[in-house]
Structure formats: C-alpha cells, structure tokens
C-alpha cells in the first residue's frame, strides 16, 4: 500500500497552490523534513519538506499544475517508510492544516478521522509513461489534437518540459502518417505563449477589484529634493550606516511612517460586508516589489516605530527576500499602506493603484538635475513628483492634500527625520 503526501495548509486561509518545481522524482530516498518541492502560492514561493521518511513511489502532480489543500501530490512506497514517517494509528504525520479533525478548507467541513491502515483502499496505479511528461494541460490538449505522443516530444522548457511551440514543431516535422487523422496545423504568427498563474494571476484579480472598487483619487506634487539627496550621501559616509544601503526611497518611507501618524484616515480600510471605515493602530509599509514572478507587495511591520537605520536594514532585506521568492506568508499579509518607487524606472510620476484592504499608496518618481527657482534665482536643482493614490471613501481632497504636501515639504527639508527620527 502506498502512502500519499497531501498538499498541507500553507496558512493565511490559501486554499491553493500551484507546484513550481519537483525537487525529487520515483525511486528516490526522501529524508525527514527534505525539501521535496517547490510550490508557489498567492502570497509567496514556499519550499515544502517532507514530513515521511521513505522512498518515492510517484509524483501525483506535474509541474505548472495548481492543487487544493489536502490533494495528493506525491507516493511513497509503504514497505519502505520509516518507523517515525508514522502515527499509532497507522497514518502518515502530515504537515500542520490537514489530519484528523481538521477543517477541510474546499467544503469547510470537518474531516472524519482516517480509517485504519489495514482497510484503507490502496493507491491508485502508477500513471502510464505519457502523462508523466512535464506539460501544461493546454500544450497535453493540442498535443491531443494534434495526434502527438508526448513522450516523443522533446521538451525544451524549465526542467525539460514541453511546451507549445515543442509540440508545434514536432507535428509540423511528424509525416502525415504518424499525425493520423489530425488536422494539419495552421501556419502561426510568430508569438509566445505563458499561461497565465501563480502570483501574476492574484494580483492581477486583485488589482482589477481594487481599481473597480475603491473611487481612486491621485494627486500630484513635484519637490526640489536636493537636502534629501545631499543627507542621503552624508549617511551613506557616516559610520552608524556602515554597511547599510542608504537611498532616497529610505527618507522618503521614514516620512511617510511619521506623517501618517497626523493623517490617520490614510491608515484604514473600508469594511463593505460590515459597513464600517476600520482605522489600523499599527503602521504596517508595504514596499511594491518586481520580481520574476510578478508585483509584490511584502510589508514592513509597526515601521514608525523603527530608527533610521534599522528601517534601511528592514527595507533591503525585504527587498532581496522578495527577489529571492524567499518572502515569508506572513510579509505578505497585513499591510496598511504602501509606498511604490517607479523612479528606480526612469519614470517621473504615475496614477499606482491601490492594495487591496487600504486606504492609500505613495509614489515616488525619478529624481532629475533640471532648472529650479532657488532663492530667487535659477538654479539647477534635484527635483522629484510624488503622487498619492488615495480611497475617496476613506480619504478627503483635504487630507489627501494635506498628506502629501507635508511629505513634500520633509522632503524639501529633511532635518526633521534626524531630529525625531
């Protein structure tokens, strides 16, 4: 009898994952807590660890595929598993938020306890060799289609998968007696094709939910910065920094978390389902993040209460986590406002959208040396937009004005984030 690893819960209520990348395959000996795959969820690329010790009977799932909670994604052969790889009741320890008694997150029901061992029905069969080749299911269907055998496809996608323009190219090179009675295919323009999944997708749903939910308001406000950039490059030589990246975004968090202390309506989010506007305590800084992957917004907890230096030690390691897919669940979740840097772009201002669950989110564009009036005369000064997106609901004009305007005005004149800072 082989014994299934279910797909754990992930926290944060994740009812899906989407497996990236098997890091074993059958007949391979699994160690206690091995890192076995990759899986990527709505919130973050999380590695999986075995919680059996044995010897992999098959991979239930291909890469690129997403699976419920509690699904079966791998087997192991049940002669070969470990004292420690099981319970007295004879089932397999499984990773928190599946079990007996746990709440089945698709139904919300509770489940019933497993039955024993000796009753339980054995596993399916092995899968024939064809549907273990690494493809997505619309590459499986028009090689369906197409009357292909995918194992004759070579795959030149991550991990030796096959792809659509794979399949293509073989039945475009297959005689018309191996094609059978399939359609002959259609010349094609030239193009690529990325199915569309993992966090590119939730983001996108959930941008398109804010956009057509909250009445965005964005306001504009263009700074000659030029005390900003000269404290940025005295903290950059002063030795309390030694070793931390120092940069403009970093003043320009550091205002943000103590102006919002006097404009909380732009710490809050608005409660459709009980109608009511919630102010958070905390402040909570979500960093917008591009990664290979996607946006990400991870966050920087209770940030007005960070010192310079450590916020600019919170700010790069949230940073190249999110970089890294190396973001914990838990950055991910709880943000209060966000702050997005789309000067590090070249890009000198813009209309962002807000996150989900908030009420505002800061823009900060390119700095430019360009003509600036300076006590009464020209000078080439360093000068920057700003932009605040902010929830009509939630927000005023006024206090979205006065909200930006006092981070400009910081900005203009940085000595305040050192004095109290």
């Given at each position: 009898m082989?014994?299934?690893?279910?797909l754990?819960?992930?926290?944060?209520?994740?009812?899906?994952?989407?497996?990236?990348?098997?890091?074993?395959?059958?007949?391979?000996?699994?160690a206690?807590?091995?890192?076995?795959?990759?899986?990527?969820?709505a919130?973050?690329?999380?590695?999986?660890p075995?919680?059996?010790v044995?010897v992999?009977?098959?991979?239930r799932?291909?890469?690129?595929?997403?699976?419920?909670?509690?699904?079966?994604?791998?087997?192991?052969?049940?002669?070969d598993?470990a004292?420690?790889?099981?319970?007295?009741?004879?089932?397999?320890?499984?990773?928190v938020?599946?079990?007996?008694g746990?709440?089945?997150h698709?139904?919300?029901?509770?489940?019933?306890?497993?039955?024993?061992?000796?009753?339980a029905?054995?596993?399916?069969?092995a899968?024939?060799?064809?549907?273990?080749?690494?493809?997505?299911?619309?590459?499986?269907?028009?090689?369906?289609?197409?009357?292909?055998d995918?194992?004759?496809?070579?795959g030149?996608?991550?991990n030796?998968a096959?792809i659509?323009?794979?399949?293509?190219?073989?039945?475009?090179?297959?005689?018309a007696?191996v094609?059978?009675?399939?359609s002959p295919?259609?010349?094609r323009?030239?193009?690529?094709?990325?199915?569309?999944?993992g966090?590119?997708?939730r983001?996108?749903?959930?941008?398109?939910?804010s956009?057509?939910?909250?009445?965005?308001?964005?306001?504009?406000?263009?700074?000659?910065?030029?005390?900003?950039?000269?404290?940025?490059?005295?903290?950059?030589?002063?030795?309390?920094?030694?070793?931390?990246?120092?940069?403009?975004?970093?003043?320009v968090a550091?205002?943000?978390?103590?102006?919002?202390?006097?404009?909380?309506e732009l710490?809050?989010?608005?409660?459709?389902?009980?109608?009511?506007?919630?102010t958070?305590r905390?402040?909570?800084?979500?960093?917008a993040?591009?990664?290979?992957?996607?946006?990400?917004?991870?966050?920087?907890?209770?940030?007005?209460s960070?010192?310079l230096?450590?916020?600019?030690?919170?700010?790069?390691?949230?940073?190249?986590?999110?970089?890294?897919?190396?973001t914990?669940?838990?950055?991910?979740?709880?943000?209060?406002?966000?702050?997005?840097?789309?000067g590090?772009?070249?890009?000198?201002?813009?209309?962002?959208?807000?996150?989900?669950g908030?009420?505002?989110i800061?823009?900060?564009?390119?700095?430019?040396?360009?003509?600036?009036?300076?006590r009464?005369?020209?000078?080439?000064?360093?000068?920057?937009?700003l932009?605040?997106?902010?929830?009509?609901?939630l927000?005023?004009?006024?206090?979205?004005s006065?909200?930006?305007?006092?981070?400009?005005?910081i900005?203009?004149?940085?000595?305040?984030?050192?004095?109290l800072?």
């Amino acid at each position: 009898m082989a014994t299934d690893f279910l797909l754990p819960d992930l926290g944060e209520g994740l009812a899906d994952a989407e497996i990236v990348r098997w890091l074993v395959k059958a007949g391979d000996e699994v160690a206690l807590n091995q890192v076995i795959c990759e899986v990527e969820t709505a919130k973050a690329l999380v590695e999986l660890p075995s919680p059996i010790v044995g010897v992999v009977s098959s991979l239930r799932v291909s890469e690129g595929e997403t699976v419920m909670v509690g699904a079966p994604i791998i087997s192991f052969g049940a002669d070969d598993l470990a004292p420690e790889s099981r319970e007295e009741d004879g089932r397999s320890n499984m990773l928190v938020g599946y079990g007996p008694g746990e709440t089945d997150h698709r139904s919300g029901q509770r489940r019933r306890k497993s039955a024993p061992a000796a009753s339980a029905p054995t596993a399916a069969p092995a899968p024939p060799a064809s549907s273990r080749v690494l493809a997505k299911p619309p590459v499986r269907d028009l090689a369906r289609r197409l009357g292909l055998d995918l194992t004759t496809v070579i795959g030149t996608g991550s991990n030796g998968a096959v792809i659509r323009s794979d399949v293509e190219a073989a039945s475009a090179a297959a005689p018309a007696a191996v094609a059978g009675t399939a359609s002959p295919a259609v010349p094609r323009q030239e193009e690529t094709r990325v199915p569309i999944g993992g966090v590119r997708k939730r983001t996108a749903a959930a941008m398109v939910a804010s956009a057509f939910t909250a009445p965005h308001v964005t306001e504009f406000v263009t700074v000659d910065v030029t005390p900003t950039v000269e404290l940025v490059e005295h903290l950059r030589a002063h030795p309390a920094f030694e070793g931390a990246r120092v940069t403009p975004l970093l003043l320009v968090a550091k205002a943000l978390a103590m102006v919002i202390l006097r404009h909380p309506e732009l710490n809050s989010r608005w409660d459709e389902a009980s109608q009511e506007i919630v102010t958070y305590r905390a402040v909570n800084l979500g960093i917008a993040v591009a990664t290979p992957r996607g946006l990400m917004v991870p966050n920087i907890r209770d940030v007005n209460s960070l010192t310079l230096r450590e916020l600019a030690d919170a700010l790069s390691g949230l940073a190249t986590r999110a970089r890294d897919g190396k973001t914990a669940v838990s950055e991910l979740a709880g943000g209060t406002i966000s702050l997005t840097n789309i000067g590090s772009f070249g890009i000198d201002s813009g209309t962002p959208i807000i996150n989900p669950g908030e009420a505002a989110i800061l823009c900060t564009g390119a700095i430019r040396r360009q003509p600036w009036e300076f006590r009464g005369e020209i000078a080439l000064r360093s000068v920057m937009t700003l932009s605040v997106s902010f929830d009509h609901r939630l927000v005023d004009g006024a206090e979205g004005s006065a909200f930006l305007a006092e981070i400009g005005r910081i900005l203009a004149d940085p000595l305040e984030l050192i004095a109290l800072g």
